[in-house]
């Protein structure tokens, strides 16, 4: 029995921040973007628009893909950094709005590996005999993040006004990393087939010791309250990220990944016929495919035009691969993906 890809969907958001846009809030511009991200634009979710709301339109353009009604899902497994509220999970939001069964729903947060853990939990469900239909999500809200006291709801037509030098100072202090991010959802139906496609060797890492590489201070529940005004005026509330030790580990973990489920499958490096990474920046997406030696047409990114779009970046260049006629018949495609934790890992996908 195999864990097979029967049907993909995405759900992104209306509103398109092109770098343009971004230079009118701060000190930045769409070369300096561009050369350090690869970055052209990306979307943004609209007011009250929360990531289970993507998820919702990507689930239902996935099980449409799939032949299939949402009453035939078994299951479901939702991988996102950024959920509507603390508690519940997306899961039972997701279940209700897509008027699922009583199945059980999994929250998972591994941040950027998101979807490919997810790939690893749906096959061991289906291989178990638990269950035969997975629905797996990965998406993101991260434009809450921005500080939109700041004139950022410009960016999305609420507001028309000329933001004061005060509020670009304090845009221009975080720019390293409000630029690189956008909205978007992917997701999958995997279902239990016979045959020899789907879901090859998965090989999975987590290294706590590198966890302050890529972080969040504020809304933390070691303190007391968990969120404050002071934590969002220090900017607490936004990531923290080291990107020469991100970069680093990107360009040395995920080959080391790809190469691991390589052997694990009996495949040589020349063997794939896909390579899918995360996309976070687009020199890492190079860094990678010259450590591997993989032509460029191996190697496809859509960072151009979503950033980093988190649990959903896999899904939705494997979903954009697939329309686009890139995913064939008797393909080796390869999954790899690194993020906050340390997590990483690559996953082999026969098509």
Request: proline letters at 5%; a negative charge.
């Amino acid at each position: 029995m195999q864990s097979v890809i029967t049907g993909t969907g995405i759900g992104v958001p209306p509103h398109v921040v092109t770098n343009e846009a971004l230079s009118r809030l701060m000190n930045t511009s769409d070369e300096w973007i561009r050369v350090r991200s690869g970055i052209q634009e990306r979307r943004y979710a609209d007011t009250g628009q929360g990531s289970t709301d993507l998820g919702v339109l990507a689930s239902h353009a996935a099980i449409a893909d799939a032949g299939l009604v949402p009453t035939d899902i078994d299951a479901v497994i939702f991988a996102t950094m950024t959920p509507d509220h603390l508690l519940p999970g997306n899961g039972p939001l997701l279940q209700t709005a897509l008027g699922l069964r009583d199945v059980p729903t999994f929250d998972i947060r591994q941040q950027c590996s998101g979807f490919l853990y997810g790939l690893e939990l749906a096959d061991l469900f289906i291989q178990s005999g638990r269950y035969t239909r997975v629905l797996l999500v990965g998406a993101e809200v991260h434009s809450p993040f921005m500080p939109w006291h700041l004139g950022w709801d410009t960016l999305i037509g609420k507001e028309t006004r000329e933001i004061t030098e005060a509020e670009r100072i304090e845009n221009t202090a975080s720019r390293d990393r409000t630029v690189l991010f956008g909205d978007g959802a992917g997701a999958a139906v995997i279902e239990a087939r016979d045959g020899r496609t789907g879901l090859g060797p998965i090989c999975l890492h987590t290294d706590g010791t590198g966890a302050s590489v890529l972080t969040m201070k504020g809304v933390s529940f070691k303190q007391r309250p968990f969120v404050s005004s002071a934590q969002i005026s220090a900017g607490d509330t936004l990531p923290t990220m080291f990107g020469k030790e991100v970069f680093r580990a990107a360009v040395t973990l995920m080959p080391q990944a790809v190469r691991e489920v390589c052997e694990m499958s009996g495949l040589v490096l020349e063997d794939i016929d896909l390579l899918l990474i995360h996309q976070a920046n687009l020199r890492i997406i190079e860094g990678v495919q010259k450590a591997l030696g993989l032509p460029a047409e191996k190697v496809p990114h859509n960072i151009e035009r979503y950033g980093n779009t988190t649990a959903a970046t896999l899904p939705i260049l494997f979903h954009e691969c697939r329309q686009n006629g890139l995913v064939r018949p008797g393909m080796n495609i390869v999954f790899t993906a690194l993020g906050s934790g340390l997590h990483w890992g690559a996953a082999l996908y026969r098509s």
